[in-house]
């Protein structure tokens, strides 16, 4: 799991040179930001799940500033909130507003487009967004970070079983060593 993770994640180097990161200077020294063990990715995903669901703008700052605090990796962070995108946006905003607004006991308005690029109608829409944000952010945070757990303890269950066959493997081949001297 460590390998295939290193193999997929940006240079720490090129996140050190982003402009949104580059601000938290000294703070970026931390080793625990740039480990990659069990804890530190399952609370980076987490992080970046949960900042992928908030404003589109600003999103690498959060999660910046979230996993600096929370001290988990931050490459895992940063790029998991690159999910949102102009692709993703509409349809995980849409489904957040309707949670949220049958949440909050209101009607769900249809995904009409003209009415949702017209900036003056999203004051009516923002609260259940961000409640239905809220939701979505805390669901995708929890199950990214109990799936990278389970998904990290399988491989090491798996390494652990392939370990113990070699070694068996190995002892069966080998000449006794119950001699006489």
């Known amino acids: 799991m460590r390998r295939w993770l290193k193999g997929i994640l940006p240079d720490p180097h090129v996140i050190l040179q982003s402009r949104w990161i580059r ?11 740039w480990h990659l ?9 987490a992080v970046g799940l949960f900042m992928m669901y908030m404003p589109p703008f600003g999103q690498v700052f959060m999660a910046t500033a979230a996993a600096i605090k929370l001290r988990v990796n931050l490459p895992i962070a940063a790029s998991l909130v690159w999910l949102t995108n102009p692709v993703t946006i509409p349809p995980m905003y849409y489904g957040a507003y309707a949670v949220g607004a049958w949440l909050m006991g209101q009607h769900i308005r249809t995904f009409e487009p003209q009415f949702w690029f017209d900036w003056h109608n999203w004051l009516g829409v923002l609260g259940p967004m961000l ?14 970070y109990f799936t990278v757990q389970w998904l990290w303890r399988r491989s090491l269950l798996r390494e ?9 493997a190995a002892r069966v081949n080998t000449p006794s060593s119950n001699r006489q001297i």
């Open 37 to 45: 063990n069990r804890r530190s990715a399952s609370g980076g995903v």
């Open 160 to 168: 652990i079983e392939r370990r113990r066959r070699r070694y068996a």
């Open 131 to 144: 409640l239905g944000c809220f939701i979505f952010a805390s669901l995708a945070a929890t199950i990214g």
């Open 23 to 33: 601000v938290f200077g000294t703070l970026l020294q931390d080793p625990n930001l």
